[in-house]
């Protein structure tokens, strides 16, 4: 009988995450990491830099494999992460210039998409 927090299921599913730390992901965790940057959810900025690192790695892998399916998948997270730092810039802009636009809740900083792997690696625990 499992208790809480177990799986019935004599086969359980270990929890995935870790980023930055070389774990392995599945497509259930780019699409909670999409639905984070479409949503504008609070992400600190090492986990935010972890993540990207996962993604370029994962989609590097994907291409050298011929992995076109999950490469695309990968391509849309990103797209993902680049509008919710263009939503992010655009409330900056309106707030600078003065104009009544509202706060996109829980920002906390861009999604470092246009950085190098040696820029983002400064900013990640990698143990």
């Known amino acids: 009988e499992a208790t809480a927090g177990e799986s019935p299921t004599p086969q359980r599913r270990k929890l995935c995450g870790g980023w930055g730390r070389g774990v392995p992901t599945r497509r ?3 699409l909670l990491v999409r639905s984070a940057a479409n949503q504008d959810w609070p992400t600190p900025p090492d986990v935010r830099n972890a993540v990207v690192i996962d993604v370029m790695t994962a989609f590097e892998a994907a291409n ?9 998948s990968l391509a849309g997270v990103a797209i993902a992460m680049d509008g919710a730092n263009q939503r992010a810039e655009h409330v900056a802009l309106q ?6 636009f509202p706060q996109i809740l829980g920002h906390t900083g861009p999604w ?3 950085a190098t792997r040696e820029e983002i690696d400064g900013g990640v625990d990698g143990g």
Not at 95 to 100: E, L, N, V
């Open 112 to 114: 470092p998409i246009d």
């Open 95 to 100: 707030t600078a210039s003065g104009a009544d």
């Open 28 to 30: 259930s965790d780019w």
């Open 64 to 72: 050298s494999k011929g992995d076109s399916r999950r490469a695309l």
